[in-house]
């Protein structure tokens, strides 16, 4: 399936913006669903968003209306635009493959060093 690298995160304030990436270095359609997580320091990680093959998405109730994820699977690559965040949306971004049978994550997946995001007060 290849690996996943996660980018773009940074330091922002409240109510600014990123957009993070997913780059695969395999074909990101064999994924089938992907997602991102997130990991905040003493913390369990936890699903922000996920999308299927057909383009359908879902959504933390916590980000629902301030985060859109979307896929590219020509450029193998995954989106999480994020718009007016704020200091609890301070964690480690991780992409990954979606089940349901593992809804925060499959522990038993490889994961990537993610990306940190930080929103300052």
């Known amino acids: 399936q290849g690996r996943l690298v996660e980018s773009g995160g940074g330091l922002v304030q409240a109510g600014g913006s990123l957009r993070l990436s997913c780059v695969s270095s395999g074909l990101m359609i064999n994924f089938g669903a992907l997602a991102w997580y997130r990991q905040a320091p003493g913390k369990q990680r936890e699903l922000v968003a996920f999308?299927?093959?057909?383009?359908?998405?879902n959504y933390a109730d916590s980000v629902k209306g301030r985060f859109t994820i979307s896929r590219n699977n020509a450029r193998n690559t995954l989106y999480l635009q994020m718009n007016s965040l704020k200091p609890e949306d301070t964690a480690v971004y991780y992409c990954n493959r979606f089940s349901p049978l593992a809804i925060n994550g499959d522990p038993r997946d490889s994961w990537g060093q993610g990306t940190q995001v930080t929103v300052s007060s």
């Open positions: 999308i299927v093959k057909s383009g359908a998405t």
